[in-house]
């Protein structure tokens, strides 16, 4: 196992190293002059000239990528244009928040697919099967952020059982933190549910039909120790790859959560770089994403050794 973890950590850097070149560049192409946004419509050409030397965005492309990619390499990301705040310390506040949710998302999809998934295999082909496989339809079609915007109001605003945005005071409990969390996790993390709920049902279902579960209940042994120490194992593997897939899903899904609560978040701060040509932040916020889908790619081969030996490097 620790083999496997070094080879693909190895294998990680260049790959984010061309992630890293391919964003900047990318990135010069936006045609908003982030100058001339900070200074205003009423700005002089020269005004923006003297702030485009200042910023340090007159100069070669690829004299900026080596200043940037080597401050990078030593955790230094620069400079909000905006604000003038450290991106490190910007990305420091703003982790959590959205980490919390997509993982917390994520949590919900597994534990909620899984057991529905396997409560559909178990009553393969009887009322509770189609009514989970119905439900799950719907999950998938209907898109998060519009179930986030009705939990918002009928929740938050109608009930008041929860809060409706983000509140403006940081959380100084756990309860206080978790709290804000629970609509918008729910609203990311249904879909993903529906999702994995079935790939759960089907992987299950080709497990049972096996020869040796068969041969486990023929000789008494109850249904559950059966699925619960033979089955499941044995159908992990697919709902896994489809856990970490469901995961790079989340973190695009959660941008949209954020605009609908108000969640001081990376998606948040992603889009407003976006629009402002902010471009320190951009890269920042797409390595960010970009390594979180690394990490997890690298705890799914962990997952799958563990699962299966016969992956496991010699």
């Known amino acids: ?84 705040e450290e991106i490190t310390t910007e990305l420091r506040d703003r982790i959590p928040v959205t980490l919390s949710m ?27 099967d189609r009514l989970i496989t119905v439900v799950s339809s719907l999950g998938l079609a209907v898109p998060n952020f519009w ?65 040796y579960i068969r041969t486990a209940l023929a000789k008494g042994m109850p249904v559950r120790r059966v699925v619960f120490k033979h089955a499941i194992r044995n159908a992990a593997i697919p709902v896994v790859t489809l856990a970490g897939f469901q995961l790079s899903a989340l973190i695009g899904g959660a941008i949209f959560i954020e605009l609908v609560f108000n969640i001081p978040g990376l998606g948040n701060w992603g889009v407003d770089a976006i629009l402002r040509a902010n471009i320190p932040v951009i890269l920042a916020f797409v390595m960010v994403a970009a390594l979180t889908v690394v990490l997890v790619n690298i705890l799914l081969d962990l997952s799958y050794a563990w699962l299966n030996p016969k992956v496991r490097p010699e």
Do not use: H
């Open 102 to 128: 997509v993982f917390g998302a994520l949590t919900i999809a597994i534990i909620v697919g899984n057991t529905l998934g396997i409560s559909a295999a178990l009553k393969a082909g009887r009322w509770p």
């Open 147 to 211: 179930i986030s915007m009705v939990f918002s109001y009928y929740f938050g605003v109608k009930l008041g059982w929860l809060p409706a945005i983000w509140p403006t005071q940081r959380p100084d409990t756990l309860l206080e933190w978790l709290k804000p969390l629970v609509l918008p996790c729910t609203a990311l993390g249904i879909s993903s549910s529906a999702a994995i709920a079935r790939q759960s049902r089907s992987s299950m279902i080709g497990v049972l039909q096996r020869d």
């Open 1 to 84: 196992m620790l083999k496997l973890l070094a080879t693909r950590l190895m294998a990680a850097i260049p790959m984010m190293f061309l992630v890293a070149t391919l964003v900047f560049f990318l990135a010069q192409l936006n045609p908003v002059d982030p100058a001339a946004t900070l200074l205003g419509d009423d700005a002089s050409l020269e005004a923006i000239a003297a702030k485009r030397a200042a910023m340090g965005i007159d100069r070669p492309l690829i004299v900026q990528y080596g200043d940037w990619i080597s401050s990078a390499v030593t955790g230094d990301l620069g400079q909000n244009w905006f604000n003038g």
